[in-house]
């Protein structure tokens, strides 16, 4: 199942820099973790945002629903989903 996934982070501005630092390294750990497994099949940076659009390529919602709530900065994000199927007019056979 393909999902679009818009994520935008809002971390408190009095945040520590230091654990702001080791969030987001740990993020971006988990995020190619899941990239390379292609469950998190793109991703995309928002320009002028602190915000990315992502596909997911997940077997269940509940798939989905367990990924996001493991994501370390999940706690500070605005998250949006909308499923994605397939389009009659796409060239492409598999979509990727």
């Excluded at 497994?37 to 002028?48: N, P, S, T, V």
């Amino acid at each position: 199942m393909l999902f679009h996934v818009k994520m935008t982070v809002n971390l408190p501005v009095d945040m520590n820099p230091e654990q702001a630092a080791s969030l987001k390294a740990d993020e971006k750990a988990l995020a190619q973790r899941l990239q390379q497994q292609g469950k998190w099949r793109h991703l995309w940076r928002i320009a002028g945002h602190y915000a990315n659009y992502s596909v997911f390529d997940v077997d269940s919602v509940q798939e989905l629903h367990d990924l996001l709530m493991q994501l370390p900065l999940y706690p500070y994000m605005a998250i949006e989903v909308n499923a994605l199927c397939r389009h009659p007019s796409s060239i492409h056979e598999d979509d990727r």
